[in-house]
């Protein structure tokens, strides 16, 4: 890229540079394998190489009965196995409700451009969460600049699925789809899958991606250009 920059190359006129997370960042999380259940295995949140400022959120439950506390281990790596990983920090969320294994728990990285990562971790049947924040990669930030950059990152917490225009679109779908023959369905319903599931991990680039395709298909299919524009109230 830089030498088609000096060489003035007109292949590069449209390249935009992002900055990326440069290595993996998840969670420690045990498997089950027949009857047995094996600890030590890496969930990986944030991959290598997504763009950043990043929110990202993983289910993950509880393994025994009457469980009322959960240790949230923070590793960064590539390796399946979190022993070759690096444990970043730790922490434990408490006011689980007593009940059979399996309740739920949702774990939210939040990364930004300073190298800063804040994790949460969410107990769904009551909301009550826990925030730890993580500062090994943000060198020579003052704590002021820290709390700002924390406030600043809320924004890229608040899920897509709530924003007016990708609210229209999914109801511009729906409408859609029950004018379309069994071939448009079934391909309708492909694409209206992977950008709810895009919306559900607040995934922007996947998002803005079958956002576009999903537009496309209904421009072509119910003639609504301009339909796309429109927002709710």
Do not use: C, W
Not at 50 to 70: A, K
Not at 74 to 100: A, C, D, I, K, W
Not at 220 to 226: F, M
Not at 227 to 233: C, K, R
């Amino acid at each position: 890229m830089q030498a088609g920059l000096i060489a003035r190359d007109q292949g590069v006129e449209d390249l935009v540079v992002t900055d990326v997370a440069p290595f993996t960042l998840g969670i420690a999380i045990s498997k089950e394998f027949g009857m047995q259940r094996r600890d030590g295995y890496f969930l990986p949140i944030i991959h290598r190489n997504t763009t950043i400022p990043v929110s990202r959120v993983e289910r993950v439950f509880t393994t025994e009965p009457n469980q009322t506390e959960v240790v949230v281990r923070v590793y960064q790596g590539e390796s399946r196995r979190v022993e070759h990983n690096l444990l970043l920090g730790e922490f434990v969320l408490q006011g689980v409700p007593r009940g059979p294994a399996g309740q739920p728990i949702d774990v939210r990285f939040t990364y930004d451009l300073n190298g800063i990562l804040e994790v949460e971790a969410t107990v769904v049947a009551t909301r009550k969460k826990v925030t730890h924040v993580i500062t090994r990669h943000a060198r020579g930030l003052t704590q002021k600049q820290i709390d700002q950059a924390i406030r600043n990152m809320a924004k890229l917490k608040v899920n897509p699925r709530e924003d007016a225009n990708n609210r229209f679109l999914l109801r511009r779908a729906e409408r859609a789809f029950q004018e379309l023959s069994v071939e448009g369905r079934v391909i309708l319903e492909q694409m209206l899958d992977g950008f709810e599931t895009a919306l559900e991990l607040n995934d922007q680039e996947a998002v803005e991606r079958h956002r576009q395709a999903l537009v496309e298909f209904l421009d072509r299919h119910d003639g609504s250009v301009d339909n796309d524009e429109e927002v709710l109230d």
